[in-house]
């Protein structure tokens, strides 16, 4: 059989039965031969590509198990940048500009921002933003765990005094009960309509992502809350791009449901089936579930939902352990419902509670189902009591790490140390313990809380715990792991989390030819220099998506 594409370098499969090998064979999009050079010359035709690669690595296809596309697109192309470090007068003059430079707006939305001292005692209010545009505003702030609008947002949607609290959120509100502009959590559902994009913009923003991460090796990505705006425009949109050929990076999403006022969590679950149905192709499929069930920290208060009370005054003095959006009822009957339709669960959970209650749920579910090779999944997982890391492997639940949050950001680390304390914040975000124990990890970046968010950054990260060259950021050092366990992170694992190990995340004969060629081997470089490893070329399906120019 002739091939249309052989490759000879430096390959490494992340197959167990064979991790290296010299060439590989693609045919019909398919891997057809991998082996010796001497194997692969059977394969040689009149029309076969040859290519060689000496010196490089080649790799399966990079994977990111929760990167959020639709909104980060959306977010680059469409929003103002605030400056993680900036000042008050910074956050405004920006929002001022971006407002100015475009008038066709009806809403200037905007994210990056960290509440700071010299936004007052108050936080960020509505009031801070008064004088910068008539329009409304709303910003999200780095983690997208809080919205700072203006009066004319509230006004267009007629959030006033009267507008009741929610119970997975909270409304900040002034002294007479008025909302002051700053929205935290479930709170953040009431300013929704204001940020909804159509179909055409979450395309382009599908499109831009695709464009940037396939040069940087990425092949498959779960966008972890396609519903980001409420709406059903971001899967529309991916299915768009599907029919017409344009999506060439494989696209899995989640389907955020919530347990809160307006909502009705089974019949969510439910719509997400449907959308599946009507928006599955070859490089899209709606398939999780996604779980918001805490919040994160720092905050004031913080919303990440721990075992032990947060170590902040306010907090010790009202035993607050954080705060969730879902209860144990509504929890199991989530995984119940979305298991007995095909669903995977996907949880995000920061505090060492919220996993564990995660775990508990699960355990109940499938008490009433019996076991199944679900591959439900948490992610964030930022301190996570040793306890219940064997429960996860018992339980089969996926490991969603960050590594791209590995390192202790000087800026950050005293607010999070005065929130939750010296011992809890030094262990923050393991990643070994779960190899060590047989958990199935994958690798994350949360993206666009993380931006850009490189695979091969994040692979570095996850080997040093620390930027480059900073050692006074290096973190939690004794759970750094091998080049080798991040490279299975980031492919075969991230497959294993999406249910598509069967034909991705490996150089495997009969798997889908989706494959990065790197210039240096990230197994016997420096760790310090992984990052620095340059993409030459992007295989999807036996096609180049990328070729380095
Ligand atoms: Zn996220």
């Known amino acids: 059989m002739a091939a ?17 090998a010299a060439a590989a064979a693609i045919a019909d999009g398919r891997f057809v031969y991998v082996g010796d050079e001497a194997g692969a010359k059977a394969y040689i ?155 055409e913009q979450y395309k382009q923003g599908f499109l831009y992502y695709q464009e940037e991460y396939l040069a940087h090796g990425e092949t498959l990505v779960l966008d972890p809350i396609i519903n980001w705006d409420g709406t059903d425009n971001a899967a529309q949109a991916c299915h768009e791009l599907d029919v017409d050929g ?65 170590t902040d005054p306010w907090s010790q003095e009202h035993q607050h352990h954080g705060q969730l959006r879902l209860d144990m009822e509504t929890l199991t009957a989530v995984f119940k419902r979305s298991h007995e339709l095909g669903f995977t669960v996907h949880v995000h959970a920061i505090g060492d509670g919220a996993l564990a209650m995660t775990l508990d749920a699960i355990e109940r579910a499938l008490a009433e189902t019996g076991p199944h090779d679900y591959r439900d999944a948490v992610t964030h997982l930022q301190v996570v009591d040793k306890a219940d890391i064997p429960r996860m492997a018992k339980l089969g639940v996926v490991a969603v790490t960050d590594p791209h949050w590995f390192d202790k950001t000087p800026e950050f680390d005293p607010m999070i140390v005065a929130n939750i304390g010296e011992e809890r914040a030094a262990n923050q975000l393991p990643m070994k313990s779960f190899f060590d124990a047989g958990v199935v990890v994958s690798s994350a970046s949360d993206y666009p ?35 080798e366990q991040m490279i299975e992170a980031t492919t075969l694992n991230e497959a294993y989390q999406l249910l598509c190990d069967d034909r991705l995340g490996s150089i495997t004969v009969g798997k889908e030819a989706d494959l990065v060629v790197l210039d240096q081997d990230i197994t016997t470089c420096d760790p310090e220099h992984i990052a620095d490893a340059t993409v030459l070329r992007t295989m999807v399906g036996g096609s180049w998506v990328y070729i380095h120019a």
Do not use: C
């Open 449 to 483: 809380v993380i931006n850009p968010a490189y695979p091969l950054v994040g692979m570095q990260k996850g080997v040093i715990r620390q930027l480059p060259g900073r050692s006074e950021t290096l973190h939690n050092p004794g759970e750094r792991v091998t080049i």
């Open 246 to 310: 344009k999506l060439k990076m494989h696209v899995y999403a989640a389907y955020q449901v919530f347990q809160a006022e307006g909502h009705d969590t089974m019949a969510e679950i439910e719509h997400a089936a449907e959308l599946r149905e009507r928006t599955k192709g070859p490089m899209f499929e709606v398939s999780n579930i996604k779980i918001q069930l805490d919040g994160g920290f720092p905050g004031n208060p913080s919303t990440a939902y721990m075992k032990e009370p947060y």
């Open 45 to 199: 035709g009149s029309g076969t590509e040859v290519l060689r690669y000496d010196g490089g690595m080649i790799l399966p296809g990079l994977g990111e198990g929760h990167g959020h596309v639709g909104p980060g697109g959306t977010e680059a192309l469409f929003t103002v940048h605030l400056n993680l470090f900036g000042t008050l007068e910074d956050h405004l003059a920006a929002v001022k500009e971006f407002a100015e430079k475009h008038p066709e707006l009806d809403v200037i939305q905007g994210a990056g921002f960290v509440p700071t001292p010299d936004m007052g005692p108050d936080g960020p209010t509505a009031d801070l933003l008064n004088g910068v545009t008539d329009k409304p505003v709303v910003l999200a702030d780095m983690g997208h765990h809080s919205y700072w609008v203006n009066h004319a947002a509230m006004d267009r949607l007629g959030i006033d005094k009267n507008t009741p609290d929610v119970s997975d959120g909270i409304i900040v509100r002034d002294a007479k009960g008025n909302p002051n502009g700053y929205f935290r959590e479930g709170a953040m559902d009431l300013l929704k309509p204001l940020t909804v994009f159509t179909v």
């Open 4 to 20: 249309d594409k052989i490759i000879y370098g430096n390959i490494y499969t992340v197959d167990r039965e064979q991790p290296r």
